[in-house]
């Protein structure tokens, strides 16, 4: 089945600079990759998805990128704020699994 | 538009007994998955239906189950539980299934005894 490593995990930022976090999949049939944020005691939330036949997408300050050839997909989160602190989670699926394979998550602490 | 729930947020059980956990997920959504959530193995796969249908299932004992009724709801139940299935349990429901947005419940705590 499709195995998802998660790198850093924690990663401590200062406000106003960049975060990135790294991801790569097994699974070369997987072709959708989205990506979640969880506050604490909240529930996970989609905040960005990419597709196998696209190889960036940004929205405001993030982005994700994606190397189908080596298997790997990035987030990149620019002018980061408090608010931006949180545990963010990739994740990877072949569209006929019906199931979405999860890191293990990046803590992301933006310090003021 | 009201968001998935599950019911109930809390739950406290001993070892042995079982638990039947229930999630709604948005008006015209058909797929239901359910995620197990630990601190060391983070979210885990447990099932997904769609239209009364299981499409797929994670790699957890026949102790796991669910099922999922006409009008989208589902069940998922644990039976003879063990100390190892606490967790916090999430459902997410989708129009069709992965590819499309999985919008996530506020989960069920589960504490084993």
């Known amino acids: 089945g499709e195995n998802v490593e998660q790198h850093p995990s924690t990663l401590s930022v200062q406000e106003g600079d960049s975060a990135v976090i790294k991801c790569t999949y097994s699974?070369?049939?997987?072709?959708?990759f989205p990506w979640y944020k969880q506050e604490l005691g909240k529930r996970p939330q989609l905040i960005i998805d990419?597709?196998?036949?696209?190889g960036e997408k940004k929205d405001q300050r993030i982005a994700v990128t994606l190397n189908k050839t080596a298997k790997h997909f990035s987030l990149h989160i620019t002018e980061t704020q408090p608010e931006d602190s949180a545990v963010y989670f990739c994740?990877?699926?072949?569209?006929?699994?019906?199931?979405?394979?999860f890191g293990a998550g990046t803590t992301v602490t933006v310090r003021a | 538009k009201a968001g998935v729930t599950q019911t109930p947020r809390y739950l406290i059980k001993t070892r042995g007994q079982q638990v039947t956990l229930s999630c709604s997920p948005i008006?015209?959504?058909?797929?239901v998955s359910w995620y197990q959530q630990t601190p060391g193995q983070g979210l885990q796969f447990l099932f997904e239906?769609?239209?009364?249908?299981?499409?797929n299932k994670g790699n957890f004992p026949g102790r796991f189950s669910g099922r999922q009724f006409s009008n989208s709801r589902s069940e998922m139940n644990v039976s003879t539980l063990e100390l190892g299935d606490s967790a916090l349990y999430l459902c997410?429901?989708?129009?069709?299934?992965?590819?499309?947005?999985?919008?996530f419940g506020p989960g069920t705590r589960l504490t084993v005894l």
């Open positions: 997410a429901s989708s129009w069709a299934g992965v590819g499309d947005t999985q919008y």
């Open positions: 008006s015209g959504h058909r797929s």
């Open positions: 699974d070369s049939a997987s072709n959708y």
């Open positions: 994740a990877a699926s072949n569209f006929n699994d019906y199931k979405l394979s």
């Open positions: 990419i597709r196998s036949n696209v």
């Open positions: 239906y769609f239209s009364e249908t299981q499409r």
